[in-house]
């Protein structure tokens, strides 16, 4: 089972290069998002969707965009890359939305590690 | 902004102990609560939720404590393989863009 695939694994950017985050899952899921993990702190909510066209930010979406055109896809898009952005970005889904079915299981990728110099 | 606390440790344990850590949260109406498991350089997976009543799932129990506000994981018979980042997750209400994840809480079990 594929689960949740984030591409690329590794990636180093220049300040104000622009770039993209690609997240696919096969599991049907309705919700999916992206966070960020920094060194000494917890991870925080960019941006996330609840399904194919639907899109909402998160804690922390200044410099981030979304889209959801299908259900299996939710890409992130850096614009304009700054070293502020570096960091471990991993995406995430989950079967249901409302907080009485949320099961709290969230299935991460394996990461993506963005440096920005 | 309502905020999840851990002892970000390390806990260095010998095998075979039982070592215990606890999560605070500030948010009084905070509905559900998990623990998730953070291998080095992987990514999160969930261990198991944290029921009112407690919850056990072979040698791993949790316990809410509503009254303080604080989650606890309990670790029995140790092993090597325990050794990873504990991260407290707690949800605030609506869905899954409602949770809050702590800096987690980092383990070393050592032979």
């Known amino acids: 089972n594929a689960g949740v695939t984030q591409t690329p694994k590794f990636q180093v950017l220049k300040t104000g290069q622009s770039m993209t985050l690609q997240c696919a899952q096969d599991?049907?899921?309705?919700?999916m998002s992206w966070y960020r993990q920094d060194p000494g702190m917890g991870l925080r909510l960019i941006h996330y969707s609840v399904g194919a066209g639907i899109t909402d930010q998160g804690e922390v979406p200044n410099g981030y965009n979304v889209s959801r055109s299908t259900t299996e896809d939710f890409p992130l898009r850096l614009l304009s890359a700054a070293p502020s952005q570096t960091s471990v970005y991993f995406c995430?889904?989950?079967?249901?939305?409302?907080?009485?079915?949320?099961?709290?299981?969230?299935?991460f990728g394996e990461g993506s590690r963005l440096t920005v110099l | 902004r309502k905020e999840v606390e851990q002892d970000p440790g390390p806990f260095n344990v010998p095998e075979g102990a039982t070592v215990a850590f606890n999560c605070t949260y500030s948010n009084s109406a905070s509905q559900s609560f998990f623990w998730y498991r953070q291998d080095c350089r992987k990514e999160p997976k969930l261990l198991m939720s944290v029921y009112s009543s407690g919850n056990e799932d072979g040698r791993f129990t949790a316990q809410l404590n509503r009254a303080s506000q604080y989650i606890s994981l309990l670790i029995r018979d140790s092993k090597l393989s325990d050794s990873a980042t504990y991260l407290c997750?707690?949800?605030?209400?609506?869905?899954?863009?409602?949770?809050?994840f702590g800096k987690g809480t980092h383990l070393i079990i050592q032979p």
């Open positions: 599991m049907n899921h309705e919700y």
């Open positions: 997750v707690v949800n605030s209400g609506g869905g899954a863009d409602g949770l809050t």
């Open positions: 995430a889904s989950s079967y249901s939305l409302g907080a009485s079915m949320f099961t709290g299981e969230l299935f």
